[in-house]
């Protein structure tokens, strides 16, 4: 992509952001900032998220540090000083030693001075049942110092020492309500540094950037609770139900005795919450929906494909979920909670949908 490019792309993205329930004020410039440089690598985010067995956590978490490396929140290294930093960093994980996700330094002549060390998590509770990770990752930092390891990894004509002011960073998604609380268990000296995007404005790029890496994947397990198949056969038959109850609506419609109108109408109800309810308004959506097949996928192949990973749900989805749970012939509330995360994602990653000059707005799966 040219940098132009990159720029048209980034405003559109970020609108959709703003438009999303996920989206949380504040930080704008910094957000734009981070989802162009997001764009910019997004070969690298897909070919991490495409590695066989590649688990929806350390994809999340991938991304969470690639926000991380371009938030403003933090402090930053020169390119020379960065060189090392990561040169410090490959040393630690090759000796399989804790290493810090950041290192940050300050050079001046022939001294190099550590300023401080950062840990990227998605999660506060990421750290809480390993706080002896934060604690390992200074002592391997002091002990390298301390043994004169330090320069065999970098140059002998260096004099490195640590900051007296040393910053302990334990970096996390902006939080949603109070701010991050470190636990009881954290090391002394650490303090919480939040980037400017929340955990659930992560994930929704997350999904505009990846949705298509993962539409046809392979893989057979995509949850500890459920696997492909088990999401496939529960999608189907909640799609079969919403259409029986379109066909309903719409019996005095033509041409919804067609296939195609049937699924593209029966889609166009799960994802938008409405049925079009005159002739104009049925030919509008089916248009919109052939439209989407020839740029992408047939809409209910993208429904019936598991979800990257399962979102938020808001009072009205959980309503959704507890009718879909009692009708459907497993009360699984995972898969429920996974369908509604899935029309999350393609609603994203589909353009707005046309005007319809006559609907009816409804929730489907209340009628199942």
């Not at 993962?214 to 500890?224: A, V, W």
């Not at 494909?305 to 979102?311: H, Q, V």
């Not at 497993?330 to 509604?340: V, W």
Request: proline fraction near 5%; glycine fraction near 2%; aromatic fraction near 8%.
């Amino acid at each position: 992509m040219t940098r132009q490019s990159i720029r048209v792309e980034t405003a559109k993205i970020f609108k959709k952001l703003q438009y999303a329930k996920e989206y949380r004020n504040g930080f704008a410039p910094a957000k734009l900032r981070i989802i162009m440089r997001l764009l910019a690598g997004k070969h690298e985010l897909r070919t991490f998220a495409q590695t066989p067995g590649r688990r929806q956590y350390e994809v999340n978490g991938f991304l969470m540090e690639y926000c991380a490396r371009f938030s403003s929140q933090l402090p930053k290294n020169t390119s020379k000083a960065q060189y090392i930093s990561e040169t410090i960093i490959d040393h630690l994980k090759k000796n399989k030693l804790c290493n810090p996700d950041h290192i940050w330094l300050r050079i001046q002549g022939k001294r190099i001075t550590i300023t401080g060390i950062g840990e990227v998590k998605s999660h506060l509770s990421s750290i809480i049942h390993r706080p002896g990770q934060l604690f390992f990752q200074e002592t391997n930092m002091r002990n390298l110092i301390g043994n004169h390891e330090i320069t065999s990894i970098i140059s002998k004509r260096y004099r490195i020492t640590l900051a007296d002011e040393f910053a302990r960073y334990l970096v996390l998604p902006r939080s949603l309500n109070a701010p991050h609380r470190l636990p009881a268990s954290a090391p002394l000296g650490w303090e919480v540094k939040e980037i400017e995007l929340t955990f659930p404005e992560i994930i929704f790029l997350k999904n505009l950037l990846l949705v298509d890496t993962i539409q046809f994947e392979s893989q057979k397990t995509i949850s500890p609770y459920y696997s492909r198949e088990d999401y496939q056969l529960f999608a189907r038959d909640i799609v079969k139900r919403t259409e029986k109850i379109i066909m309903e609506f719409l019996h005095n419609l033509l041409p919804v005795d067609q296939k195609n109108v049937r699924n593209a109408l029966t889609a166009w109800g799960l994802l938008w919450n409405s049925i079009p309810a005159n002739h104009e308004s049925v030919n509008i959506a089916v248009q919109w929906m052939r439209a989407i097949k020839q740029k992408n996928t047939w809409a209910l192949s993208l429904i019936t494909t598991p979800p990257l990973s399962l979102t938020e749900l808001d009072e009205k989805e959980k309503t959704s979920r507890d009718s879909i749970i009692k009708c459907a012939a497993t009360n699984d509330t995972t898969l429920a909670h996974a369908l509604l995360s899935r029309l999350q994602e393609v609603r994203q990653c589909l353009p707005d949908p046309p005007e319809l000059s006559k609907k009816q707005d409804i929730n489907l799966f209340t009628l199942l």
